[in-house]
């Protein structure tokens, strides 16, 4: 969509004089007929058909409108530069998974396994060399060594490609929400040698519960929902001549795999995260370890770098 001019129109349509109920919502969208964007134009007379239906349905008292902007006000009022309110409302209400699944060609001939970018995502994570740990502060937990693979749809590997890898720590926090965490800790940013690959050392990643401090942990109070995320890793990977991919990789036998609060979970994204006992690749850690070998698929499309919902 265009960027909306703030300086107001000339004003010529005439809409009435409103009599009926019945003529509220055909006056609105008259009156926003003269966008000239067409895309704009779309979305809005969407927005209100659907919003006015919604009303309808509904019918609020004006106490119950009132506490809904209240809610709405609450959303940016807890968003601060380490936490959106309104991606994770987004979340757990599926409409960022729904707006994922649509834009990425979810049920035809060819899923990518596209996921959530979350909350938490952020630029400028480290450029880590293949091999190194991601674990940059004292950060316990069984240790991790995944090996990640990235090809094209038709099967060939890309070399060249950034991967932002992120996940929350053994107390189900990210650093920017730890203080004992330093900055950038379970974060490294790796570019895929000349088979697309790479591998780094971290901690086998656990379920956490989202943020419930604001509006959107409220109404899950309110719903009696559990507010879980099941294990999982995060990846962006950009390269240009090809769509960013977003994924997650989830751990498979999570207690709380069929329950994601924000509804993320989908065949494409489960990982074999495997219990090992024998030797591990580096010489500190005795006993059990885990391992993950995963492929990553992007298609062709253009790269561009989503806006983080964190400073």
Known sequence: MADIDPVASEGTVKYGILKTLEDITPAVLKAMAPAEDPRLREV????????????????PTEEEFERGLEFLNGI????????????????????STLVTMLANGMGGPMEPATALLG????????????????????TPGPQLHAKIRVIDNSGKPLPGVDVDVWHASSVGMYDVQD???IEFNLRGKFITDE?????????KPVGYPIPTHGPSGAILAAQKRKPQRPAHLHFLAFKEGYKTL?????????PDIERDVTFGVTPQLMGDYKRETGPAPWPDVTGEWYSIDHT????????TLPTPPIA
């Open 179 to 181: 203080e004992n965490q």
């Open 246 to 254: 977003v994924t997650q990789i989830f751990v498979a036998d999570d």
């Open 296 to 303: 990553l698929v992007m298609v062709p499309g253009v790269a």
């Open 76 to 95: 940016g009022q807890t968003t601060t530069d380490k936490y959106n309110d309104a991606v994770l409302f987004c979340d757990v209400f599926g409409i």
């Open 119 to 138: 909350p938490f995502w952020r630029l400028g994570h480290p450029i880590t060399e293949h091999g190194a740990s991601i674990v940059r502060c004292d």
């Open 195 to 203: 088979n697309g690959s790479f591998h780094f050392r971290s901690i």
């Open 44 to 59: 809005m007379e969407a927005f209100v058909r659907h919003a006015h239906a919604f009303i309808r349905e509904v019918r």
